[in-house]
């Protein structure tokens, strides 16, 4: 999130800018990683394989999937775009700890996040809002509406 070269900004602007799109970054990721785990997939760590996410023992009766809520179904951990989601995950989870550029971890770039999320809207919609009435485009389409009135 490099500043507008037009502005007359000094280190300190440009320092700052620069921390604002690491946290903006860094929330993506999060978002992601939570979003990959809210319909049920992970990474198994010794075969790179996508696998169920598991709870932390204290606080297994906590934990939010999407087969808790009416209609939710888990994404199927064999379908193809399950590695899509694992690598992602994988990624969210490395990149969040520290840099993942130029490493052997699963990229997270926009278009890795970009890709992993079309498949879990498309999944929540199939799963989720169409079997309850619901489509989400036309929630998101409203949400944008009544934000746009109230400025």
């Known amino acids: ?32 990683r939570w979003l990959i785990e809210f319909v049920g997939i992970a990474m ?20 939010i999937l999407i087969e808790r809520l ?27 700890m520290h840099p993942t550029t130029k490493t052997s971890h699963p990229p997270v770039d926009s278009k890795d996040l970009a890709k992993a999320l079309k498949v879990v809207i498309e999944h929540l919609e199939k799963n989720l809002y169409v079997p309850t009435g619901f489509n989400l485009l036309e929630i998101v ?3 944008e509406d009544r934000t746009r009135f109230k400025l």
């Not at 070269?5 to 440009?14: I, L, Q």
């Not at 198994?44 to 934990?63: G, V, Y």
């Not at 009416?70 to 969040?96: E, M, P, R």
């Open 44 to 63: 198994d760590n010794k075969t790179r394989a996508p696998k169920r996410p598991e709870p932390l023992r204290a606080h297994e009766d906590e934990q």
């Open 1 to 32: 999130m490099p500043p507008d070269p037009e502005w007359k900004t000094t280190a300190e602007d440009k320092f700052h800018i620069y921390c604002v799109g690491r946290s903006v970054d860094e929330g993506r990721k999060a978002a992601m």
């Open 141 to 143: 389409r409203d949400q």
């Open 70 to 96: 009416d209609h939710g179904k888990l994404f199927d951990i064999k379908h193809g775009d399950a590695i899509i989601l694992a690598n992602v995950w994988k990624g969210c989870t490395q990149a969040s």
